[in-house]
Protein backbone atom coordinates (compact mmCIF):
# COMPACT_ATOMS: atom_id res chain seq x y z
CA UNK A 1 0.00 0.00 0.00
CA UNK A 2 1.58 3.48 -0.87
CA UNK A 3 2.56 5.97 2.26
CA UNK A 4 -0.36 8.24 2.43
CA UNK A 5 1.19 11.66 1.93
CA UNK A 6 0.72 14.17 4.92
CA UNK A 7 1.18 17.36 3.22
CA UNK A 8 2.51 19.25 6.56
CA UNK A 9 2.60 22.50 5.40
CA UNK A 10 -1.35 22.68 4.36
CA UNK A 11 -2.11 20.67 7.91
CA UNK A 12 0.05 24.07 9.29
CA UNK A 13 -1.85 26.30 7.61
CA UNK A 14 -5.39 25.32 8.77
CA UNK A 15 -3.81 25.43 12.41
CA UNK A 16 -3.04 28.65 12.28
CA UNK A 17 -6.60 29.61 10.50
CA UNK A 18 -8.19 28.39 12.85
CA UNK A 19 -5.66 29.57 16.06
CA UNK A 20 -6.48 33.61 13.68
CA UNK A 21 -10.44 32.65 13.91
CA UNK A 22 -10.69 32.11 17.26
CA UNK A 23 -9.09 36.20 18.32
CA UNK A 24 -10.89 39.34 17.90
CA UNK A 25 -7.86 41.38 17.78
CA UNK A 26 -5.85 38.79 15.28
CA UNK A 27 -2.25 37.35 16.06
CA UNK A 28 1.55 38.23 15.32
CA UNK A 29 3.95 35.37 13.80
CA UNK A 30 5.15 35.45 17.40
CA UNK A 31 1.84 34.92 19.03
CA UNK A 32 1.54 31.66 16.36
CA UNK A 33 4.89 30.34 17.04
CA UNK A 34 4.27 30.25 20.45
CA UNK A 35 0.77 28.77 20.14
CA UNK A 36 1.58 26.30 17.86
CA UNK A 37 4.71 25.22 18.85
CA UNK A 38 5.99 25.90 15.29
CA UNK A 39 8.98 28.07 14.31
CA UNK A 40 9.15 31.71 13.52
CA UNK A 41 10.15 31.24 10.13
CA UNK A 42 8.19 28.53 9.37
CA UNK A 43 5.36 30.92 10.49
CA UNK A 44 5.73 33.56 8.68
CA UNK A 45 6.89 32.03 5.16
CA UNK A 46 3.23 30.30 5.60
CA UNK A 47 1.30 33.49 6.33
CA UNK A 48 3.59 35.58 3.90
CA UNK A 49 1.91 32.99 1.31
CA UNK A 50 -2.12 33.19 2.95
CA UNK A 51 -1.65 36.56 2.96
CA UNK A 52 -0.82 36.89 -0.60
CA UNK A 53 -3.90 35.12 -1.46
CA UNK A 54 -6.02 37.13 0.42
CA UNK A 55 -6.91 34.28 3.28
CA UNK A 56 -5.59 36.61 5.68
CA UNK A 57 -4.80 39.97 6.42
CA UNK A 58 -2.16 41.86 8.16
CA UNK A 59 -2.63 45.06 10.23
CA UNK A 60 -0.02 47.30 9.11
CA UNK A 61 -0.04 48.97 12.68
CA UNK A 62 -0.49 46.31 15.32
CA UNK A 63 1.34 43.68 12.59
CA UNK A 64 -1.35 40.89 13.16
CA UNK A 65 -2.88 38.88 11.04
CA UNK A 66 -6.86 38.43 10.92
CA UNK A 67 -8.65 36.40 8.31
CA UNK A 68 -9.26 37.78 5.12
CA UNK A 69 -12.19 38.33 3.22
CA UNK A 70 -11.96 36.26 0.84
CA UNK A 71 -12.69 33.77 3.45
CA UNK A 72 -16.47 34.97 3.10
CA UNK A 73 -16.88 33.42 -0.52
CA UNK A 74 -15.73 30.06 0.71
CA UNK A 75 -17.52 29.89 3.58
CA UNK A 76 -20.97 31.07 2.00
CA UNK A 77 -20.01 28.24 -1.18
CA UNK A 78 -19.82 26.02 1.82
CA UNK A 79 -23.37 26.45 3.22
CA UNK A 80 -24.67 26.30 -0.14
CA UNK A 81 -25.35 22.96 0.92
CA UNK A 82 -27.65 24.74 3.20
CA UNK A 83 -30.66 26.23 1.93
CA UNK A 84 -30.03 29.72 3.50
CA UNK A 85 -33.77 31.20 2.21
CA UNK A 86 -35.62 27.67 3.60
CA UNK A 87 -34.27 28.46 6.88
CA UNK A 88 -34.46 32.28 6.88
CA UNK A 89 -38.41 32.56 5.33
CA UNK A 90 -40.38 31.28 8.50
CA UNK A 91 -38.28 34.24 10.19
CA UNK A 92 -38.52 36.58 7.55
CA UNK A 93 -42.03 36.76 7.69
CA UNK A 94 -42.79 36.61 11.36
CA UNK A 95 -40.34 40.09 10.73
CA UNK A 96 -42.82 41.87 7.97
CA UNK A 97 -45.58 40.80 9.98
CA UNK A 98 -43.90 42.42 13.56
CA UNK A 99 -42.48 45.52 11.80
CA UNK A 100 -45.15 45.75 8.82
CA UNK A 101 -42.40 46.58 6.49
CA UNK A 102 -40.97 44.57 3.67
CA UNK A 103 -37.86 42.54 4.44
CA UNK A 104 -35.31 41.16 2.56
CA UNK A 105 -32.36 38.75 2.37
CA UNK A 106 -29.19 39.04 0.04
CA UNK A 107 -25.80 38.00 0.37
CA UNK A 108 -22.53 39.66 -0.84
CA UNK A 109 -21.52 38.94 -4.86
CA UNK A 110 -18.58 40.60 -5.72
CA UNK A 111 -18.99 44.77 -5.14
CA UNK A 112 -22.99 44.09 -4.99
CA UNK A 113 -25.20 42.79 -2.54
CA UNK A 114 -27.62 40.08 -4.34
CA UNK A 115 -31.26 39.81 -3.17
CA UNK A 116 -32.08 36.18 -2.07
CA UNK A 117 -35.49 36.51 -1.48
CA UNK A 118 -37.89 38.86 0.27
CA UNK A 119 -41.29 38.84 2.12
CA UNK A 120 -43.26 41.93 0.57
CA UNK A 121 -45.09 44.29 3.51
CA UNK A 122 -48.54 44.13 2.95
CA UNK A 123 -49.41 47.38 3.27
CA UNK A 124 -50.46 49.29 -0.26
CA UNK A 125 -47.96 51.56 0.08
CA UNK A 126 -44.59 49.58 0.34
CA UNK A 127 -41.15 48.87 -0.94
CA UNK A 128 -39.99 46.25 -3.25
CA UNK A 129 -37.47 44.32 -5.69
CA UNK A 130 -37.20 41.44 -7.33
CA UNK A 131 -35.01 38.46 -6.14
CA UNK A 132 -31.58 38.27 -7.97
CA UNK A 133 -31.37 42.80 -7.71
CA UNK A 134 -28.28 44.04 -7.08
CA UNK A 135 -27.41 46.58 -4.85
CA UNK A 136 -24.17 48.83 -5.16
CA UNK A 137 -22.12 47.54 -1.58
CA UNK A 138 -21.86 50.73 -0.56
CA UNK A 139 -25.11 51.85 -0.68
CA UNK A 140 -27.59 51.68 2.76
CA UNK A 141 -27.64 49.89 5.22
CA UNK A 142 -27.50 46.60 3.87
CA UNK A 143 -23.59 47.51 2.68
CA UNK A 144 -23.04 49.01 5.68
CA UNK A 145 -23.50 45.92 7.36
CA UNK A 146 -21.10 43.94 4.66
CA UNK A 147 -18.37 46.53 4.93
CA UNK A 148 -18.77 46.38 8.74
CA UNK A 149 -17.47 42.31 8.86
CA UNK A 150 -14.78 42.86 6.13
CA UNK A 151 -11.10 43.04 7.80
CA UNK A 152 -10.38 47.06 7.98
CA UNK A 153 -7.88 46.93 5.18
CA UNK A 154 -9.86 45.57 2.63
CA UNK A 155 -12.80 47.87 3.55
CA UNK A 156 -10.83 51.09 3.17
CA UNK A 157 -9.65 49.55 -0.47
CA UNK A 158 -12.76 49.01 -1.46
CA UNK A 159 -13.81 52.47 0.02
CA UNK A 160 -10.91 54.54 -1.90
CA UNK A 161 -11.27 51.99 -4.88
CA UNK A 162 -14.84 52.96 -6.08
CA UNK A 163 -15.44 55.21 -3.95
CA UNK A 164 -18.59 57.25 -2.11
CA UNK A 165 -21.57 58.08 -4.24
CA UNK A 166 -23.59 60.86 -3.05
CA UNK A 167 -27.22 59.12 -4.10
CA UNK A 168 -28.84 61.82 -1.67
CA UNK A 169 -27.95 64.71 0.17
CA UNK A 170 -28.05 62.07 3.23
CA UNK A 171 -25.70 60.13 1.84
CA UNK A 172 -22.43 59.94 3.57
CA UNK A 173 -19.69 60.16 1.16
CA UNK A 174 -16.32 61.71 3.21
CA UNK A 175 -14.21 58.40 4.08
CA UNK A 176 -13.23 58.82 7.04
CA UNK A 177 -17.26 59.16 8.29
CA UNK A 178 -18.00 55.92 6.50
CA UNK A 179 -14.97 54.03 8.26
CA UNK A 180 -16.22 55.42 11.70
CA UNK A 181 -19.72 53.91 10.68
CA UNK A 182 -19.30 50.91 10.07
CA UNK A 183 -17.15 50.80 12.97
CA UNK A 184 -20.16 51.54 15.17
CA UNK A 185 -22.44 49.15 12.93
CA UNK A 186 -19.57 46.31 13.87
CA UNK A 187 -20.23 47.57 17.43
CA UNK A 188 -24.06 47.73 17.53
CA UNK A 189 -24.54 44.45 15.45
CA UNK A 190 -26.62 46.36 13.06
CA UNK A 191 -26.92 49.44 10.55
CA UNK A 192 -29.40 52.00 9.42
CA UNK A 193 -30.17 53.77 6.68
CA UNK A 194 -31.79 56.99 7.15
CA UNK A 195 -32.46 58.25 3.70
CA UNK A 196 -29.33 57.72 2.16
CA UNK A 197 -29.79 55.46 -0.59
CA UNK A 198 -32.88 56.46 -1.69
CA UNK A 199 -34.77 59.83 -0.48
CA UNK A 200 -37.93 59.09 1.85
CA UNK A 201 -36.89 55.68 2.49
CA UNK A 202 -35.56 54.49 6.08
CA UNK A 203 -33.95 50.91 6.23
CA UNK A 204 -32.18 48.26 9.13
CA UNK A 205 -30.02 45.58 8.40
CA UNK A 206 -28.47 43.17 10.53
CA UNK A 207 -25.84 40.08 9.74
CA UNK A 208 -26.63 36.92 9.56
CA UNK A 209 -23.59 34.45 10.86
CA UNK A 210 -22.03 30.83 10.79
CA UNK A 211 -19.09 29.80 12.66
CA UNK A 212 -17.84 33.78 13.49
CA UNK A 213 -18.07 34.51 9.28
CA UNK A 214 -20.34 37.07 7.90
CA UNK A 215 -22.81 34.71 5.69
CA UNK A 216 -25.50 37.35 4.42
CA UNK A 217 -28.26 40.13 5.85
CA UNK A 218 -31.44 40.07 6.91
CA UNK A 219 -32.94 43.92 6.56
CA UNK A 220 -36.17 45.99 6.84
CA UNK A 221 -37.07 48.80 4.69
CA UNK A 222 -39.88 50.85 4.07
CA UNK A 223 -41.00 54.38 3.84
CA UNK A 224 -39.97 57.09 6.29
CA UNK A 225 -43.67 58.25 6.61
CA UNK A 226 -44.25 54.42 8.29
CA UNK A 227 -40.58 54.55 9.62
CA UNK A 228 -41.00 57.05 12.47
CA UNK A 229 -37.80 57.54 15.10
CA UNK A 230 -40.33 55.16 17.73
CA UNK A 231 -41.03 52.44 15.05
CA UNK A 232 -37.74 51.95 13.96
CA UNK A 233 -36.39 51.91 17.32
CA UNK A 234 -38.30 48.63 17.48
CA UNK A 235 -37.37 47.18 14.49
CA UNK A 236 -34.13 47.34 15.08
CA UNK A 237 -34.63 45.25 17.89
CA UNK A 238 -36.93 42.57 15.54
CA UNK A 239 -34.02 42.79 12.63
CA UNK A 240 -31.14 41.89 15.56
CA UNK A 241 -33.20 38.88 17.14
CA UNK A 242 -34.31 37.99 13.27
CA UNK A 243 -30.52 37.67 12.40
CA UNK A 244 -29.67 36.09 15.55
CA UNK A 245 -32.31 33.42 15.15
CA UNK A 246 -31.71 32.48 10.91
CA UNK A 247 -28.21 32.59 12.55
CA UNK A 248 -28.74 29.82 15.46
CA UNK A 249 -30.22 27.85 12.33
CA UNK A 250 -27.68 27.38 10.06
CA UNK A 251 -25.18 26.61 12.94
CA UNK A 252 -27.42 24.03 14.10
CA UNK A 253 -27.66 22.26 10.84
CA UNK A 254 -23.46 23.01 10.02
CA UNK A 255 -20.83 20.62 11.31
CA UNK A 256 -17.64 22.84 11.85
Known amino acids: MAKKYEAPSVKKAFQIL???SDTNDGLGV??????????KS???????????IGVIIRDDVTKRYKLGFSLFDLSRKAYSQIDLRDLARPVMEDLMMSSEQSVCLGVLNSEHVTILDIVESRQDLKITSPIGTKIPILAGATGKVFMAWMADEHAMKVIWGKGLTMYTENSITNPADYLQEIKTVREKGYATDDEEYILGVRAVAAPILGHKNLLSAIWVVGFKASLNDEKMNAVIKETKSAAEAISLKIKQQAVF
Not at 30 to 39: E, F, N, T, V
Open 30 to 39: SDLSRGLKIS
Open 42 to 52: TVHGITSALEE
Open 18 to 20: RLI
